[in-house]
C-alpha cells in the first residue's frame, strides 16, 4: 500500500482552522465592541438627556422660587396696606369722637379748675390738672359721671401743692372715652 503523508494536509487544514478561529474572533471582538459602543452610546444620550432635563428642572424651580417671594413681598405690602387702611378708617370713625371729647371737656370744667395735660390711648384718657379746691375736683368727677362722651372717671391721684404761694390740689384722673356707635356694638 502506498504511503501518503497526510501532515502537510493537516498542517494547512489547522492553519486554515486556526485563520477561520481568529476571523471569526475578531468578528465576535468586533461586534461586542460594536454592542458595547452602542449600549454605552444609548446611555450617554439618556445621561445627557436627563442632565438637561434636570437642568431644565432646576431654572424653573428658580424662576418659581423667585415667584414665590415676589408673591410673599406682594403679601407683605398687601397686609401693611389693610393695616394702613385700618388705621385710616378707625381715624376717620374716630375724628368726630375727637371733636366730641374736645367740646365736652371745657362745658365740665368747673370754675378754677385748669388742665395741665390730657393723654389719650385707645379709648383711655388721663386727664391731669390743678384746682383751686377738692371740692372742685369733686364737682368735676360728678360732672364727668353725667357725661355721654367721658365715661367711668376715677380720681388717681389728689395731693396739695404751693403754687404762687397759695395752696392748690394737682390731680389725676382716668377715665374712658366713649364712642357714638357703643351703643350699637352693644347691641350686635
Not at 494536509?9 to 468578528?27: C, V
Not at 408673591?71 to 369722637?97: F, G, N, T, Y
Request: aromatic letters at 6%.
Amino acid at each position: 500500500m502506498p504511503r501518503i503523508n497526510l501532515l502537510p494536509w493537516r498542517a494547512a487544514r489547522r492553519k486554515e482552522l486556526q485563520q477561520e478561529f481568529l476571523i471569526r474572533f475578531a468578528f465576535c471582538l468586533f461586534v461586542a465592541a460594536g454592542v458595547i459602543g452602542g449600549v454605552h452610546s444609548y446611555f450617554e444620550g439618556e445621561i445627557s438627556h436627563q442632565n438637561t432635563l434636570n437642568a431644565l428642572l432646576e431654572k424653573e424651580i428658580r424662576e418659581t422660587k423667585q415667584k414665590i417671594d415676589q408673591v410673599e413681598i406682594l403679601k407683605k405690602q398687601i397686609k401693611s396696606l389693610r393695616a394702613r387702611m385700618d388705621i385710616v378708617q378707625r381715624l376717620q370713625i374716630d375724628r368726630p369722637d375727637m371733636v366730641r371729647l374736645f367740646d365736652e371737656l371745657p362745658r365740665l370744667l368747673p370754675d378754677g379748675i385748669y388742665l395741665t395735660n390730657l393723654k389719650q390711648k385707645d379709648r383711655s384718657l388721663i386727664i391731669e390738672g390743678i384746682a383751686q379746691s377738692n371740692a372742685q375736683v369733686a364737682t368735676f368727677l360728678s360732672k364727668i359721671s353725667s357725661s355721654k362722651w367721658i365715661t367711668d372717671p376715677n380720681l388717681d391721684v389728689i395731693q396739695t401743692i404751693s403754687q404762687d404761694r397759695e395752696p392748690v390740689s394737682k390731680f389725676t384722673i382716668r377715665a374712658h372715652q366713649s364712642h357714638a356707635d357703643d351703643s350699637k356694638k352693644g347691641a350686635k
